[in-house]
């Protein structure tokens, strides 16, 4: 944690991500994981790449730059999935107009039609079988393609409205109020028991706001990033699947990242640590010179080229 003197060395965090998911049935809950994956992943990009590229700038140094990969549009397309998801969970659990599945999914995809951005991340799901849909597929109006940073997903929408709503069964919640368990109890909703609570409660909205409140808190932190690879997709020691590894590899930005370091300064050593190992050891002229003149005039002692300093 970022905080000054000693306090600062005695707070520890350790984000363990569960990693990107793409199953042969990807549901409300995938696209959750794969969201906060995107996140962390963008989180990277602006804090540890782009940030090198700028402090290369500030520096003046020789750097022609890199492109690097904006997830904006996919999070601007995930947020308004959730928009309109809100709309209709809530519209069910009112009874208000014909709020299904299916109706949601294919306003999704209409709106997402509708915009450039949003047509390039999220699209429709394919007819297969010449046209006509195979059994065990979705129908089209029964979910999308989002294209992440790792991957295409496709995205079944079925149950989504009533997974969205995170408000228990009036008689489930009846139970828990009633309980003669006082911690029991205490995890109930008296208003929602008495009618006069809200009848939905948006877990997508809850989730986005979790999010952010975990980015706030790494914006906060020192951090350090451990990568980890999945060797191979059998779940079996021993086995190494170079292309599965190379993917994951391209995928994280890992390849960005060395290449930044390899074509720019990795090494790194603050002007006081050299002037303080050093100027003992040089002449007594040496001395009256500033921090900066110092350093210069070493880099031209061991005729290190401008450009590489």
């Known amino acids: 944690a970022k905080c000054e003197g000693e306090e600062a060395w005695k707070h520890v965090g350790i984000l363990d991500i569960y990693g990107f998911e793409n199953l042969q049935h990807n549901s409300f809950e995938q696209l959750c994981i794969n969201l906060a994956n995107e996140r962390l992943q963008q989180y990277f990009v602006e804090n540890v790449l782009r940030a090198e590229q700028e402090l290369y700038k500030r520096e003046a140094l020789p750097w022609i730059g890199l492109p690097l990969p904006d997830a904006q549009p996919v999070f601007n397309a995930i947020a308004q999935i959730f928009k309109t998801l809100d709309d209709y969970s809530q519209n069910l659990t009112r009874g208000v107009g014909n709020a299904t599945d299916k109706g949601f999914c294919q306003k999704v995809v209409d709106e997402a039609n509708k915009d450039a951005a949003r047509r390039d991340v999220l699209r429709q799901l394919k007819m297969t079988g010449g046209g006509r849909r195979s059994v065990a597929g979705p129908c089209l109006n029964e979910g999308f393609i989002i294209k992440h940073y790792a991957g295409q997903v496709q995205y079944n929408t079925e149950s989504w409205l009533d997974k969205n709503n995170d408000r228990l ?53 020192n951090l350090h990033y451990i990568r980890c690879f999945k060797p191979n997709g059998e779940q079996t ?73």
Request: glycine share 6%; charged share 25%; proline share 6%.
């Open 169 to 221: 069964l009036a008689e489930c919640e009846a139970l828990i109020c009633e309980s003669t368990n006082t911690l029991v109890k205490s995890l109930g909703d008296d208003d929602s028991q008495a009618g006069k609570g809200p009848l939905f409660r948006s877990i997508s909205k809850k989730y986005q706001k979790d999010l952010e409140s975990l980015l706030d808190t790494l914006s906060t932190c």
């Open 237 to 309: 020691p021993d086995i190494f699947t170079g292309q599965l590894v190379l993917d994951q590899v391209v995928q994280c930005g890992t390849i960005e990242l060395v290449k930044i370091m390899h074509d720019g300064y990795p090494n790194r050593c603050p002007f006081e640590e050299i002037t303080t190992r050093f100027r003992d050891l040089l002449p007594e002229r040496f001395q009256r010179y500033g921090m900066r003149t110092f350093i210069e005039a070493l880099m031209l002692a061991y005729e290190v080229p401008p450009q590489e300093w």
